[in-house]
């Protein structure tokens, strides 16, 4: 019971809870334990994080879209009794779980969520992800519970310290007209989309705020760019989602035609893309006919990642993959801009967890974010990570957000993941320790 509640602990430590300043506490205790105590501490971590998985599918879908929680906890947890399986002392599993978070983040079920370092989404410190990202917070998360495990209670002064840490200003020159449609999800996939109402709150705020320099809508907006957008848009650049049979797609549009396009590549799995399909597609035609979507095909994925002139765009699930924003940083991406479809978190907490994991890719890559969300959270977000202009979810309305394009590169986007290979290095010394010097194993 002990371990469990340990991981519940730990999971209101991360977004959208307050209390991630307390971190390091419970961490402490779980950097020892075996199979056992970290598969009962995963049961309690990912059941609270995850938690409003059924509460968004079920409000959405009734009591059988509740169904995918418990196997996805499970797998989780088991995640976790492994990693505390094959790490027996804390130094080696101070290593290995920032391995494993990196690991999530791969291949064709990725699934980044419940990163440690999301713990200082709030914290001014935040902004040294501007040098490792978020794996390199993971870390300083995971040396201040090293720390406090071993009695070493001046590890709280370094960590007050990123919660201290004093912020300059920055000041976003641009502006741009960000729009929140408010449509209902289920019928955005049947096809019911209604255009009109980009229009209208596109005329509406362009009537109130012509300063505007540049319009976005969110993931799948539109079939197609309406007529009469032109002459509402009177030269200003347009960047939508078209909600496409095929690929996920972004378009930069201005005067008159398509300069560009970014198909999504990380695509949802089991929501955009049915992994194993020639096995489970049985089980798949169930749920589809009970959750009245008809016979869902996979989205086509992008061939690669690439910014739409001077605007890094990337899609809904991409904002919890630093790999994404930090490779349209690389292709030289001047402000990121997300275009998501939040509405299917529903009533759950879901929407501020996923936008509080995306505002730290515009610390990691030292750029600008501009979020646009069908339901919210509607944003513009500072290179530190501050929110400066926001509009509540849940309600179709404008936002005329501030920006700034700029130049040049983080420490992050230029050295990648290196806190990933020092977190390596760490579990691999750990390792060497625990066999040749067993002295050693409680370090």
């Known amino acids: 019971m002990r371990p469990f509640l340990l991981g519940l602990a730990l999971a209101l430590t991360l977004p959208p809870f307050p209390f991630g300043f307390l971190a390091p506490l419970p961490l402490a205790f779980l950097l020892r334990g075996g199979f056992r105590e970290g598969f009962l501490a995963g049961v309690g971590f990912w059941g609270l994080h995850l938690i409003w998985l059924p509460q968004s599918f079920a409000s959405l879908f009734g009591p059988l879209g509740a169904l995918p929680f418990l196997p996805l906890v499970l797998l989780k947890a088991l995640s976790f009794g492994l990693l505390f399986a094959l790490t027996p002392s804390p130094l080696a599993r101070l290593g290995g779980w920032v391995v494993l978070e990196w690991l999530t983040e791969q291949g064709e079920l990725a699934f980044p969520w419940g990163f440690l370092g999301y713990a200082l989404a709030e914290a001014p410190g935040r902004v040294l992800a501007a040098w490792g990202g978020v794996y390199l917070l993971s870390l300083l998360v995971l040396l201040a519970a090293y720390g406090l495990a071993h009695r070493r209670p001046w590890v709280l002064l370094p960590w007050a310290l990123l919660w201290l840490w004093p912020l300059p200003q920055v000041e976003g020159e641009e502006k741009g007209l960000l729009v929140q449609g408010n449509l209902n999800p289920l019928a955005k996939v049947q096809g019911e989309l209604d255009e009109r109402v980009y229009l209208r709150l596109t005329r509406e705020g362009l009537a109130r705020h012509p300063e505007a320099g540049l319009v976005v809508w969110p993931e799948t907006a539109v079939w197609q760019i309406p007529e009469g957008l032109d002459t509402l848009l009177q030269g200003r650049p347009l960047i939508t989602g078209l909600n496409l049979f095929g690929p996920n797609r972004a378009v930069l549009y201005q005067g008159g035609q398509i300069l560009a396009h970014y ?4 695509l949802v799995p089991f929501g955009e893309r049915f992994p194993f399909r020639e096995v489970l597609g049985r089980v798949y035609g169930f749920f589809f006919r009970a959750f009245g979507l008809g016979e869902l095909a996979d989205r086509t994925p992008g061939e690669g990642i690439a910014p739409l002139g001077a605007y890094g765009v990337f899609i809904c699930y991409e904002s919890v993959f630093p790999s994404v924003a930090r490779g349209l940083a690389r292709e030289g991406a001047r402000v990121l801009v997300l275009l998501t479809n939040d509405a299917w978190y529903g009533p759950s ?18 750029l600008w974010l501009l979020r646009a969300g069908n339901d919210g959270i509607t944003a513009s977000v500072d290179p530190l990570g501050r929110t400066v202009a926001a509009i509540p979810p849940h309600r179709e309305g404008f936002l005329l957000a501030p920006y700034a394009q700029r130049e040049g590169t983080t420490p992050y986007v230029r050295l990648g993941d290196w806190a990933v290979a020092l977190a390596l290095t760490i579990f691999l010394f750990g390792l060497i320790l625990r066999v040749r010097l067993p002295g050693w194993r409680n370090w």
């Open 263 to 266: 198909d999504k590549v990380r």
């Open 349 to 366: 907490f879901g929407g501020r967890q996923h936008f509080a994991m995306g505002r730290l890719r515009a610390v990691e890559t030292g």
